[in-house]
């Protein structure tokens, strides 16, 4: 009998054993899925980076062509701008000089309205003494047929 029940208890350690092999091997087999979903993750993820590095460069590269363009315009605009600056600067010199002129003009006209009742008494008299007014004037001389003189030379001199 002793060894009936030697016979059992080994065949229930063989038992043991044979569920310990498999819960090994279930492990085992839970382990290596593991790795292969955490292997996969890595590369999805590594995947996922590059596509977002790729995009961000895509970006970088169209921003600087964006920004190339700008400073295009601007640097055209500047120029733009600063022509019509010294256009206008011409412009209003030539209103200055003018303004000048029409208020000499004008001086020029009163003064002859004032002497026009001299003139009236005796005709002759009066052609003479108007010439002689002109040939007589100084400042009125240097104003007979002048060019109106303006540029962007003369009036950006610093």
């Keep these: 009998m002793g060894s009936s029940s030697g016979a059992s208890s080994e065949s229930s350690k063989l038992q043991l054993s044979g569920s310990e092999e498999d819960l090994q091997q279930v492990m085992d087999q839970r382990k290596r ?22 995009d961000m460069m895509a970006q970088v590269l169209h921003l600087r062509k964006e920004n190339n363009r700008i400073l295009t315009a601007m ?21 200055a000089e003018l303004t000048l ?27 003479q003494m108007v010439d002689e007014f002109f040939m007589n004037i100084p400042w009125a001389s240097s104003f007979i047929n002048q060019p109106i003189m303006a540029s962007a030379d003369s009036m950006f001199m610093y």
């Design 33 to 54: 899925k593991r790795m292969l979903s955490n292997r996969e993750s890595a590369r999805r993820s590594r995947m996922r980076k590059q596509k977002h590095l790729d």
């Design 75 to 95: 640097n055209v605009t500047s120029q733009f701008h600063m022509n019509v600056e010294a256009e206008n600067a011409i412009l209003r010199a030539q209103m």
């Design 101 to 127: 002129r029409l208020q000499t003009l004008n001086e020029i006209m009163d003064c002859l309205n004032s002497t026009n009742a001299v003139l009236e008494t005796d005709q002759y008299q009066g052609t």
